[in-house]
């Protein structure tokens, strides 16, 4: 009986199960509102996917998903994991291929926003410098990156504007998602950082990589770049014990 209340809870148009009391319309009504809250819910964790297809497209879609993806937990702040899938897997939206990376952009700011605090490696001198580039690191609890064939970074930046803007240059993008100080921090990564930024998170040292580096300019600038990464919580070394190492307050 549970599983027939549920199944028709999840379908607007499916009929009052038999044995339910319907009084007044008290089934659907519970139904309207049930569906409505989680539209609300997804709304609020994926505005900009909502503005870019529009809000009573997008309130077919939390539908259409609803149906396929119930929720499995009453924890609600982990619902919506698979949306960007779904989206990615939705025929009629194939002509809005950037779309479930937008999506991706906004569950990784969900996940950023739960996450615990962090220790941040302060960088105060250049013997800090030498530490960290010798250091293995890897992401933030919490932090993701993104990787899509489209400015998926621009995209949602454009839509916290009053006024879009066109995006003159349409190409690939990798965008970090993260927390520190309890707010969530997005930054599209440079493209001749990404491949270093591939090998730093799978625990290879910077030192390591610099030897890569076409020019004693380009290999400042990544390091250079390294620092910002590290001092804004992107970056976390492994050896949390460092001395240079602290909590932020």
């Known amino acids: 009986m549970n599983r027939v209340f549920a199944q028709a809870v999840l379908a607007p148009a499916a009929d009052v199960p038999l044995g339910i009391i319907n009084t ?7 139904r309207n509102n049930f569906l409505a809250g989680l539209t609300d819910i997804l709304g609020a964790k994926f505005p900009v996917t909502g503005q870019l297809v529009g809000e009573a ?3 077919a ?67 800090d410098i030498e530490v960290a580039i010798e250091t293995p690191c890897q992401l933030a609890p919490g932090a993701s990156l993104i990787r899509s ?27 970090a998602v993260w927390a520190q100080d309890g707010r969530v921090q997005q930054e599209i990564i440079p493209a001749d950082f990404e491949p270093v930024l591939a090998g730093l998170v799978n625990n290879i040292p910077l030192i390591a990589l610099l030897d890569a580096t076409a020019t004693q300019e380009q290999a400042v600038r990544l390091i250079g770049a390294f620092a910002g990464f590290v001092q804004s919580g992107l970056l976390v070394p492994n050896d949390v014990n460092n001395k240079n190492k602290e909590h932020d307050q």
């Not at 007044?24 to 519970?30: A, I, S, T």
């Not at 569950?107 to 013997?127: G, K, L, Q």
């Not at 995006?167 to 990798?174: F, L, M, S, V």
């Open 24 to 30: 007044g319309g008290r089934f659907n009504l519970y």
């Open 57 to 59: 497209y997008f309130e």
């Open 61 to 127: 879609l939390v539908r259409a998903f609803v149906g396929d993806h119930p929720p499995v937990s009453p924890i609600l702040d982990l619902y919506g994991d698979t949306f960007a899938a779904f989206l990615e897997a939705f025929p009629p939206l194939r002509s809005l291929p950037y779309l479930p990376d937008v999506a991706r952009i906004e569950w990784a700011r969900c996940v950023a926003s739960i996450a615990p605090d962090h220790p941040v490696f302060r960088i105060e001198s250049s013997a």
């Open 149 to 175: 064939p489209f400015p998926a970074g621009t995209i949602w930046e454009r839509h916290q504007a009053e006024i879009l803007a066109p995006i003159p240059d349409w190409t690939a993008q990798t965008i």
